[in-house]
């Protein structure tokens, strides 16, 4: 939708007026870009950096304006669909390289394909955009590498006597103390549902090790599970009703669950390394900041698997829709986003997150423990779970793995009844 701009028009009202003057010099042409994000906060985290890009861009391009709309993940996803229907997709949209999510998109054709050579020199880490593609073609660009792991408040631990766990029985040891001491133990985002299904993931890749993702993918294509999913499952729903998560966590949202952590009600908060921001946000009390640190889900008993076979994957990134009416203009806004010196640098730069390329340029020494932790526990990763199983089938496999993850962690129904239910659906 372009069009010209009100100076545009008068300069070439006056010089059709102007006898033996040169042509007129017509002013840039106006694009307006509809920029459709999951990131609702824009004043912190990833949020902050994507509007921050935003608008420079405007800045080195004045006749380019950016118009955002902003959803948390739920209410996001509703209105994808609701946009995916009709005629008017945003131009620049955010996508998740995920089966569960992107299979459809593509199968629908909504996504412009992109040309990958334009990203030969912008250090995406190895595998990272695989999720993007489909037969050769890449559809979008990831923006974060993300690992599940407990945060955990080192001045909660050490008033209840307790030490980061080595093995899994040891954090269910160190749960009781903490709840006896009267504190939530770990605070659990049950609303979304996905950190549940995600933990059972965590579990099971402790007892696989290596070959998780492999085995994780064959189940959900066969809709044949083995024990281990079966004992994974169980000690999700074990821990929860030893009360290792808050009264409720099953109507408990994302904020309200980091609320929880961040205000000293829980000793561990279950997330991604998405949230390491939470070091440098000075709307969270100073001794509280200053005392987060976090561990990955720790090894189990018997399992194949270590702490160092970590629950990691690149998800969320950017597309641009394929009936675009500013495709071009909106292929150049991505690319100037994921421009090493832009979103990869300013992210780490500011404790945000760690992208989707190599940031190492931009390792300074002065990072946040958080960081320091995060980077530590990628260098040293055995293996990576890839994408979880919560993601590995259709939307609708996604919907029903998640739901079921709720009435499984509250028990209401028992694993075999879990996985009767996922063997139905792909």
């Keep these: 939708m372009k069009r010209k701009s009100l100076a545009a028009i008068m300069t070439a009202v006056m010089a059709i007026g102007t006898v033996g003057m040169a042509a007129p010099v017509m002013a840039e042409d106006q694009v307006t870009i509809q920029f459709f994000s999951n990131l609702p906060d824009r004043t912190t985290g990833q949020g902050l950096i994507e509007q921050t890009l935003i608008d420079r861009y405007m800045e080195e391009n004045p006749n380019v304006k950016i118009e955002v709309e902003a959803l948390d993940d739920a209410s996001y996803k509703t209105k994808f669909k609701a946009y995916a229907s009709g005629s008017d997709m945003p131009d620049l949209v955010n996508i998740w390289g995920q089966p569960s999510f992107l299979s459809e998109v593509i199968d629908a054709g909504l996504l412009a394909e992109l040309n990958q050579e334009d990203y030969a020199d912008y250090n995406f880490l190895t595998g990272s955009l695989d999720g993007f593609m489909r037969d050769g073609k890449l559809y979008g660009l990831a923006r974060n590498t993300d690992v599940m792991g407990f945060y955990y408040n080192k001045a909660i ?5 307790v030490e980061v766990p080595e093995t899994y029985e040891e954090l269910t040891e160190i749960v009781k103390t903490i709840t006896d001491n009267g504190y939530i133990a770990i605070s659990m985002d049950g609303t979304d549902k996905y950190p549940l299904s995600i933990y059972m993931q965590d579990v099971y890749q402790k007892m696989i090790g290596a070959d998780s993702y492999k085995n994780s993918a064959e189940a959900v294509a066969s809709g044949e599970y083995g024990e281990e999913w079966k004992t994974a499952a169980q ?8 009360g290792g998560f808050e009264a409720g966590f099953e109507t408990t949202d994302y904020g309200t669950a980091k609320n929880l952590f961040t205000n000293g009600q829980a000793a561990m908060y279950y997330m991604g390394s998405w949230e390491m921001s939470m070091a440098t946000n000075e709307e969270i009390p100073e ?28 998800g969320g990134g950017y597309a641009v829709t394929a009936n675009s009416d500013v495709k071009e203009e909106a292929v150049k806004l991505l690319n100037f986003m994921f421009e090493p010196e ?81 063997s139905g659906v792909r």
Excluded: H
């Design 157 to 161: 631990f050490e008033e209840c006597g």
């Design 235 to 242: 000690m999700l729903a074990d821990m929860a009703a030893a």
């Design 287 to 314: 001794d509280i900041r200053t005392n987060i640190s976090v561990f990955t889900m720790p090894a189990v008993e018997g399992g194949a698997g270590a702490a160092t076979d970590i629950c990691a994957w690149n």
């Design 342 to 422: 832009n979103w990869s640098k300013l992210c780490w730069e500011n404790g945000v997150c760690m992208s989707a390329q190599n940031f190492a340029d931009y390792l300074t020494g002065e990072e946040t423990e958080l960081q320091k932790k995060w980077v530590e526990i990628v260098d040293n990763s055995t293996s990576l779970s890839g994408v979880t199983i919560n993601d590995l089938g259709s939307s609708e496999f996604k919907t029903v793995c998640e739901d079921s993850s709720i009435e499984l962690a509250i028990g209401s129904i028992t694993p075999e009844d879990y996985f009767n239910t996922l």
